[in-house]
C-alpha cells in the first residue's frame, strides 16, 4: 500500500520567541485541521435562505400567526 507524500512550502521568520520546533509544529496543524474544516461548515446560501418567504422545500402548516 503506498503512503500518501504531504509536502508543504514554508516562508518564515523567527523572531527569537519560538524555536523552529514550535513554528512548524504549529504550521501543520494549522495545514491539517483547515481540510477537516471544511468539510463541516454549512454552505450560507443553506442557512440564509430568502427571510421574507417560506422556504419551497417546506409546505405551510395552514396556521395564521
Known sequence: ???NKT???VT??????????DV???????K????TD???LAKPQEI???KDEVPSDRV???LCG
Open 1 to 3: 500500500m503506498a503512503k
Open 7 to 9: 509536502e508543504i512550502h
Open 12 to 21: 518564515t521568520i523567527f523572531d527569537g520567541e519560538l524555536d523552529a520546533t
Open 24 to 30: 512548524f509544529v504549529s504550521l501543520i496543524a494549522q
Open 32 to 35: 491539517h485541521s483547515r481540510k
Open 38 to 40: 471544511k468539510d463541516y
Open 48 to 50: 440564509g435562505y430568502n
Open 60 to 62: 405551510p402548516s395552514g
